[in-house]
């Protein structure tokens, strides 16, 4: 047996040698995992000794991968990996279907161009090349794991999880995904107000269900419009509120920018990404003025976009008593 991340999971020897190519040294022999004081995967030490590590932006996106002298860096469109590549290697160009997790195809820079067939829960499970021949397919059972050992030829799994050959791990944007253990290797940051059986579950039901980012995130605006976004979060953890979870590194950022030529740039194209991927519903608490009208980045930016996906709004006013309203501004 061996520790993984808070997780009792059986080390099996075959994969070890066969999937991961680790050389099996001894029975106790675990995985060492190293975190960053936000909560992020920082370094993997494997049972072989060999390390990965991985660095983040500031919105939690991970932007580089390191292992065995090789780096992998990763530039992002929202929450979705857009360009990859290493020192070795030549750019790989990734294709989402619009305002959405699921791959639909896979660039090169040689000029090639793979298209990605997905199953109903947006789960990659073939890719064509452009004369219609099948150049890869993947199966895996209820929690994500390999049924049959594919190509390294596409790294994603469910909606939202990049596979990490070197660890076993799937990346799944604040979290990483265990298919082995069939659970994250870190408790969820919103406790059982996920919604899930435990700290480490992913979903209730992998046949039905989704966790694109490994959390539930929010938005809100002003010092009190957080604190009870927060609040609220905790009390209903099935339930997209937005604002993304490193906000406060954004607003550290920004604090001494100006507003209208650097601060409000940033926050703009942030607040499009979040609002871009939101599924669900979005709660908005906005309690003071400054934060409404011609200047609102979530008037002029976040509201536009989450009323073309149809997605269900609803905000929490706060009244003179101090008692909060809610009212569903968009059906």
Not at 72 to 77: E, I, L, N, S
Request: aromatic residues 12%.
């Amino acid at each position: 047996m061996a520790l993984r991340g808070g997780i009792i999971a059986p080390i099996n020897k075959e994969r070890l040698e066969t999937e991961l190519g680790i050389r099996f040294r001894a029975y106790g022999t675990g995985w060492r995992y190293d975190w960053q004081s936000d909560g992020m995967l920082a370094r993997v030490v494997r049972p072989d000794g060999k390390e990965v590590s991985f660095a983040y932006d500031a919105l939690g996106r991970r932007i580089r991968k390191s292992f065995a002298g090789t780096t992998t860096q990763f530039v992002w469109d929202g929450n979705v990996p857009l360009h990859e590549w290493t020192e070795e290697s030549e750019m790989v160009t990734w294709l989402f279907e619009q305002d959405t997790f699921v791959p639909a195809a896979k660039l090169v820079a040689n000029g090639e161009c793979f298209f990605i067939v997905s199953d109903y829960l947006g789960t990659p499970m073939q890719a064509y090349d452009k004369q219609g021949d099948k150049v890869w397919e993947q199966e895996l059972d209820i929690y994500g794991r390999q049924r049959k050992q594919p190509s390294a030829f596409l790294p994603f799994k469910y909606q939202g999880q990049y596979e990490d050959a070197e660890t076993g791990l799937y990346y799944n944007r604040f979290r990483y995904y265990d298919p082995n253990a069939g659970s994250y290797i870190s408790q969820d940051p919103i406790g059982l107000k996920g919604g899930n059986p435990t700290l480490y579950a992913c979903v209730k039901d992998s046949n039905n269900e989704i966790d694109v980012c490994g959390l539930n995130v929010f938005w809100s605006g002003g010092v009190d419009a957080q604190n009870a976004a927060r609040i609220f979060a905790k009390q209903k953890g099935d339930t997209i509120l937005e604002m993304t979870p490193h906000g406060q590194a954004l607003e550290e950022w920004t604090k001494n920018l100006d507003w209208e030529t650097e601060a409000k740039p940033l926050w703009q194209k942030t607040s499009k990404d979040f609002a871009g991927s939101t599924v669900g519903e979005a709660h908005v608490f906005i309690y003071e003025p400054k934060y409404r009208g011609a200047n609102s980045v979530w008037e002029q930016d976040e509201l536009p976009i989450l009323k073309k996906k149809g997605i269900p709004v609803f905000e929490h006013k706060i009244d003179a008593d101090g008692n909060i309203k809610v009212k569903q501004i968009h059906h």
